[in-house]
């Protein structure tokens, strides 16, 4: 496969080494073809670029050319009238206290459920507090249907009691 000898420094240089079955991809990419491809990606950008610039451009310019809303208020604080878009649209209503809000919707809604109070006054329907409807429950019970009896079950050899559509009859008599 390879020869090898050494030198007097006691090297070891290979001549020829060759791997049968082992092979190399022996097609680079040239430069010429990453040159080209660096270009075409350049101009590409370039285009675009200039393509949104110009899209941004006319809508900017259409939007300068607007008239004016019609029928709109001459009040100064007409936000159609206003000339600055920040002015234009309402500011966010921002939570100042987020803690103090949620105490305040906890405090609510343990008001609701421990007092009395009018769920629907015209189907007469009112809440309890849940302690009452608690106790309530538990002197009269949950609601329940009636106890279905099973149906009868067929007496074979008979005939009598025999349910319909339960393959009810007689026992079959076995073989000797």
Not at 44 to 72: D, F, I, M, W
Not at 138 to 156: E, I, K, W, Y
Request: hydrophobic fraction near 35%; aromatic fraction near 6%; charged fraction near 15%.
């Amino acid at each position: 496969m390879s020869k090898h000898h050494h030198d007097e420094g006691g090297e070891l240089h290979f001549e020829q080494v060759s791997h049968h079955g082992v092979t190399y991809e022996n097609r680079d990419l040239g430069a010429r073809g990453i040159l080209a491809f660096l270009i075409v990606l350049v101009v590409s950008t370039a285009v675009l670029c200039a393509v949104v610039y110009g899209y941004y451009n006319y809508h900017k310019r259409l939007g300068q050319q607007e008239a004016p809303v019609t029928g709109a208020s001459t009040m100064p604080n007409n936000p159609a009238t206003q000339p600055n878009p920040v002015m234009r649209f309402p500011k966010p209503t921002l939570q100042p206290d987020d803690v103090a809000d949620m105490y305040q919707l906890r405090a609510n809604e343990d008001q609701i459920l421990n007092s009395y109070g009018w769920v629907d006054q015209k189907s007469n329907i009112a809440r309890i507090p849940v302690e009452e409807a608690i106790k309530a429950v538990a002197q009269q019970g949950l609601p329940s249907r009636p106890a279905v009896p099973p149906p009868t079950a067929a007496q074979f050899g008979s005939g009598t009691d025999t349910v319909p559509g339960l393959a009810g009859g007689t026992r079959p008599v076995a073989r000797q």
